[in-house]
C-alpha cells in the first residue's frame, strides 16, 4: 500500500516523503503544518494532551517528542535492526503506523456519524 491513506495525511508532500527517505523523518525542531498534523493525529490515537503544556502548534517540541515516544512505546515501534527501544523521531515505519490507525480512526468516526439520528 505506497503513499498515505488517512484523510489526514493523504497528500502532505512532506509526510510521504517522511515515509520513503530516511532524511525527511520528522525531529525535534521541526517545523510546519505537517508537524501539526502529527500532533492531532497522536493526541487523537493516544487520547491525552501534550505533555509539558505545548499545545497543537506546529513546532515538534519536548512535549510532542515526549508524546511521540510514548506511541511507539505502546505500539512497539522499534527498528531491530539498530534499535533496542523506540526513539521520538517519526520515520517510515512510524508514519505508516500512524496512517494506518488515522485511517481506522476516519472510519470509525464516519461510521459512528452515519449512525447518529437526523432532525
Do not use: W
Not at 523523518?25 to 501534550?50: M, N, S, T, W
Request: glycine fraction near 10%.
Amino acid at each position: 500500500m505506497p503513499g498515505l491513506n488517512s484523510e489526514l495525511f493523504r497528500g502532505d508532500d512532506r509526510l510521504e516523503k517522511c515515509l520513503v527517505s530516511d532524511p525527511h523523518h520528522v525531529v525535534l525542531g521541526d517545523r510546519g503544518p505537517f508537524v501539526g498534523k502529527i500532533q492531532y493525529a497522536v493526541l487523537v490515537l493516544e487520547g491525552g494532551r501534550i505533555p509539558g503544556g505545548e499545545v497543537q502548534d506546529r513546532r515538534y517540541g519536548p512535549g510532542t517528542a515526549k508524546l511521540v515516544l510514548q506511541y511507539k512505546t505502546r505500539r512497539k515501534i522499534i527498528n531491530q535492526s539498530y534499535q533496542k527501544t523506540a526513539d521520538n523521531i517519526v520515520g517510515k515505519m512510524t508514519m505508516r503506523r500512524l496512517d494506518d490507525e488515522m485511517v481506522a480512526f476516519e472510519t470509525r468516526e464516519r461510521l459512528s456519524q452515519s449512525l447518529q439520528p437526523r432532525s
